[in-house]
């Protein structure tokens, strides 16, 4: 599972640096080097980029999964360069620059927009899935392992709808209809009596933000 991220534009980077004459930039090398939106590679270039618009780089590092806990210890390794940053420009999801801002007192910077979380294709390497929009309601015990919640444009828990045609979705016929495909895995598991389940309409309080969860010990 990959938080899938891509490159905000240059301009948007620039304004959000503007009176930041010395940068630090922070890559991740977990979920932005897949994405090639914020791995080694692609935070050298940024350096570069800075370099050539007149801002000094101070020090730039890329943390293996900058939204854990583990990424206090490697800002820690780098405090005296960050102390001598007015800005941190950091190369990862928004859960990595959320936490990155919970350590330093710079101003800290997002070089990335976030998308969704998702999957790499297994036939079609470097493209991404969207697989759980975390709607706090899993159907997939139903639905054979597959998300309509997710997979289907209209999110259609009750599907499908009348639109599909040859096996492909009505709203973008280059993709399979959700419901074609769950067909064909209950029907492949001998378990097509799930199709005859009623969901329940989708109480959308349980996607109200900000959530919060708890772990009995």
Known sequence: MYAITKQKPGEEI????????????????????????????????MKKRLQEMGKTVVGWMVIPTPCDSLTKFAVEEEADKLKQADAVLVMACAYGVQNIASLVDNAVIPALDSLFFGMEDANSPGQFNEVCLQCGECVLASTGGICPVTICPKGLVNGPCGGTKDGKCEVDPTKDCAWTLIYNRLKKQGRLNQMRKVQKPKNYQA????RRGSVKA
């Open 207 to 210: 996607m109200t933000h900000p």
């Open 14 to 45: 620039t304004d959000s640096l503007a009176g930041a004459q010395k940068v630090y930039i922070i890559g991740c090398g977990t979920c932005s080097t897949a994405c090639h939106t914020g791995g080694k590679a692609e935070v050298i270039d």
